[in-house]
């Protein structure tokens, strides 16, 4: 059987590992809803003016809470790296005082308080001490709002993206929120237009059955912002049809889903080494994309527009390479020169990086089953 060979986009990998350790994989809450995207040419779902951008503010959060700014907000914390993420596309980063530990990568957060708490969340001990006027707060830190309101902070906590709509909706209320429409209905614009291309990108291929494994058989599945991102990329999440949310699959599942591509946060991709990736399509044949970590698990514009524009390249670039190749063997049945190094050997799916995937589950940062047992059962409160 001929290899194919993977696309390791290795511009959008530089910043998978923040200190060596990948982020979480976000996770999302079951919806019925379907992405609504706008044509390129319609700009954002939401349109917002000057009139409606200003302060004194009254909103309601998804708690049912209505905080009120009287001005905008100069101090900002986030407790999830997508809130950052968020700040950072609008150009408000110089607002932000506080970030978690997953929002490394962006650039200049390493200057901001890490409000990380030692476990899981936050520390609110920390949160208070960057004496905020605004904490924004995304699902993961449901559990801890009521805590930080306590300590007289106001807090708007945003409820679970679970496709690209969600996230465009949590973009315009961030720009909202800040006083920075203009910049949210730009993000939001050139989001749907990444989004636009990708498709029109992918439109005239098939679309493989392609998977998300997080590691220890738990999976990115139907009504999640990550399969929305999938099938904008232009693939066919063989795990949406399992459950929806995170489930974990046994081995005889995935083995029956027989994706023909798989997604994974490191170059080596050694997870299709391991059983049952290996005795599936994707890992019988070497086929594999490359996702940044950062911009896969959170769901915020960026990585809508990033991830887009990765994961349809590498279809088309592999669905083009499948043509080449068949071309190939029909020459050589007229006398023509077959080797298994006409098709492309050079291109081996790395970018020169050492990183392990094994039990490590791409964006999960996990070593054994237990562990990324506990880390699925947390999923569902990930930004």
Not at 44 to 71: M, W
Not at 261 to 287: C, F
Not at 369 to 380: D, G
Request: net charge negative; glycine share 8%; with cysteine.
């Amino acid at each position: 059987m001929r290899t194919r060979y993977a696309i390791a986009m290795a511009l959008l990998v530089t910043t998978a590992f923040v200190g060596g350790v990948a982020g979480p994989a976000a996770g999302a809450q079951p919806t019925t809803e379907s992405p609504t995207l706008e044509t390129p040419n319609a700009g954002p779902s939401v349109h917002q003016t000057d009139d409606t951008c200003g302060f004194p503010l009254e909103i309601t959060d998804a708690t049912g809470t209505t905080i009120t700014l009287d001005e905008a907000p100069e101090r900002i914390t986030t407790t999830n790296p997508s809130a950052a993420q968020t700040l950072w596309e609008l150009g408000e980063q110089d607002r932000v005082v506080g970030v978690t530990q997953y929002a490394a990568y962006l650039d200049g957060a390493s200057e901001r308080e890490n409000v990380s708490s030692e476990g899981l969340g936050v520390s609110i001990e920390r949160v208070v001490a960057t004496e905020p006027d605004l904490v924004l707060a995304p699902n993961a830190s449901a559990g801890q709002v009521g805590a930080l309101r306590e300590q007289g902070l106001t807090v708007y906590h945003f409820a679970e993206a679970t496709s690209i709509e969600d996230i465009a909706e949590k973009t315009e209320v961030t720009g909202r929120l800040v006083g920075n429409c203009e910049a949210a209905a730009e993000t939001n614009a050139e989001m749907n237009q990444a989004v636009a291309d990708a498709e029109n990108r992918t439109a005239d291929f098939d679309r493989p059955d392609a998977l998300y494994p997080l590691g220890s058989g738990f999976v990115a599945a139907n009504n999640t912002f990550i399969n929305s991102i999938m099938e904008a990329g232009g693939v066919n999440n063989v795990a949406a049809a399992e459950g929806d949310g995170y489930p974990q699959l046994s081995n005889e599942v995935i083995l029956q889903t027989d994706p023909e591509l798989i997604l994974v946060n490191t170059p080596d991709a050694a997870i299709l080494a391991e059983e049952p990736y290996a005795s599936t399509t994707a890992g019988i044949e070497g086929n594999y994309v490359v996702m940044n970590v950062n911009y896969l698990n959170q769901p915020a514009p960026r990585s809508v527009i990033e991830s887009t524009t990765t994961l349809s390249t590498a279809v088309a670039e592999l669905q083009t390479e499948d043509d080449g190749a068949t071309d190939e063997e029909n020459g050589s049945a007229d006398g023509e020169s077959d080797t298994d190094d006409a098709d492309g050997s050079a291109a081996d799916g790395s970018d020169g990086e050492d990183a392990n995937t094994g039990d490590e589950a791409p964006g999960f940062g996990v070593v054994t089953a237990l562990i990324a047992a506990i880390a699925a059962a947390l999923i569902a409160r990930r930004p």
